[in-house]
């Protein structure tokens, strides 16, 4: 039996799904970019193993950036949308107010567009830790984001339904979801 803290599953797709006419978005922020780029290549390389064929990248300067470039591109016809970003604690609390707006501009993005945008964001106490996340002792992010996005692409194509309108309007008179 796995232990809870048994993460194996995540970094490699192990299912069936035919991937080849999907299309995904990998948004990678500049800021700690070499950190970034080996996370990007591990997403990269997890879709194109899937055999997702149309894959783009888009970069943004850093991670605050990504909901926005991800709520541009989440208008177009992509499968998913992944994010690829780190926030380093530094000495102040900067990087939980941008981990919070970031982690939650995903989220509306998702549920806005109704498709997976991926929360690829390693938030670490120090450039080491960021390492062990993208291809060190802690495995890579960047895979286990693109196996998140296949997982919910899956998700997807198997449950179609649409929003129920008296649900945006509960939602609009309760205040739960602004814009």
Not at 53 to 79: C, H, M, N, W
């Amino acid at each position: 039996m796995a232990s809870s803290n048994d993460h194996s599953g995540l970094s490699q797709y192990t299912g069936q799904t035919d991937f080849s006419g999907e299309s995904v978005a990998i948004v990678v922020a500049e800021w700690n970019g070499e950190v970034n780029e080996a996370m990007y290549k591990a997403c990269l390389h997890t879709l194109q193993q899937a055999g997702v064929q149309d894959i783009d990248r888009i970069t943004v300067p850093g991670a605050y950036e990504l909901p926005f470039a991800a709520q541009k591109v989440a208008y177009d016809t992509y499968s998913a949308v992944i994010c690829l970003g780190t926030i380093i604690k530094g000495e102040t609390r900067h990087d939980e107010f941008i981990a919070s707006a970031v982690a939650h501009g995903l989220m509306k993005v998702s549920l806005k567009h109704e498709k997976p945008v991926i929360f690829g964001v390693l938030t670490v106490e120090n450039e080491a830790q960021a390492w062990d996340r993208a291809g060190g002792s802690k495995g890579n992010k960047g895979a286990e984001a693109a196996v998140s996005a296949l997982k919910l692409i899956e998700l997807a194509r198997e449950h179609t339904g649409k929003y129920d309108p008296d649900d945006m309007v509960d939602a609009f008179f309760s205040g739960s979801d602004e814009d």
